[in-house]
């Protein structure tokens, strides 16, 4: 079946205009994140979307980042105002609702921002 | 000092050498502990999965658990070229159901 697909695949903006990074998860499953892998970094949770509970908003960097999730399935992460430090591959992943001791989080292919 | 730490190498082996991975973290609260693997341009995909303490095996690949010293593994038996990709071990307290905590990865090359 179809995995996490995420678009677009690549995105340069010019510091100072917004982005929205688009992921379509796996259908049916519940649990939507996002995560962040800078150059040399490991990946940095920023968002989790969990069915109909309020998100956990706890790895968002700043103000400046913002998600939504629209009818429990697609998701837009959006980042007003760029700066060159939000170069960085934005991954998206999702996973089942829990049936066993761990729910593996099926990965998309990331989007490539860079922020001239 | 970072909740996981992971030496992001290069690392080099020929094929066929035993490749050993690992992960040192500070947060007891862990109890389930993961490796992934990622390819150039890819997402990265579960390789291995353990709960607590203990070793589990996986065909080539073995991973293991000594929360007593925060300290995780990944060995990898008779490697091959297709095993080059970046290794990444991830921590949670809750089975994966919620954010997970991620290594910086270590990037392997199994040389033919």
């Known amino acids: 079946g179809a995995g996490v697909s995420q678009s677009p695949s690549n995105k340069v903006t010019e510091k100072g205009k917004d982005v929205e990074l688009r992921c379509d998860p796996i259908?049916?499953?519940?649990?939507l994140y996002w995560y962040r892998q800078s150059l040399g970094q490991g990946l940095e949770f920023l968002i989790y979307?969990?069915?109909?509970?309020?998100?956990?908003k706890s790895g968002l960097p700043s103000d400046r980042f913002s998600a939504e999730r629209t009818g429990g399935s697609v998701s837009t992460l959006t980042i007003q105002r760029t700066q060159q430090e939000d170069s960085a591959v934005y991954l998206c992943a999702s996973s089942r609702h829990r049936a066993g001791p761990v729910y593996e989080q099926y990965f998309g292919p990331g989007t490539r921002l860079t922020v001239t | 000092q970072k909740e996981v730490e992971q030496d992001p190498g290069p690392l080099s082996v020929p094929e066929g050498a035993i490749v050993s991975l690992n992960c040192t973290y500070s947060n007891s609260a862990f109890q389930y502990f993961m490796w992934y693997r990622q390819y150039s341009r890819k997402g990265p995909e579960l390789l291995m999965y353990?709960?607590?303490?203990g070793n589990k095996e996986d065909g080539r690949f073995t991973a293991q658990v000594d929360k007593s010293s925060k300290y995780i593994s990944l060995f990898i038996r008779d490697s091959q070229p297709s095993d080059s990709a970046t290794y990444l071990c991830a921590m949670s307290s809750q089975g994966g159901s919620e954010k997970l905590v991620f290594g910086k990865g270590t990037k392997l090359t199994v040389n033919p």
């Open positions: 979307f969990q069915g109909n509970s309020a998100p956990d």
């Open positions: 259908s049916g499953h519940t649990a």
């Open positions: 353990t709960y607590s303490s």
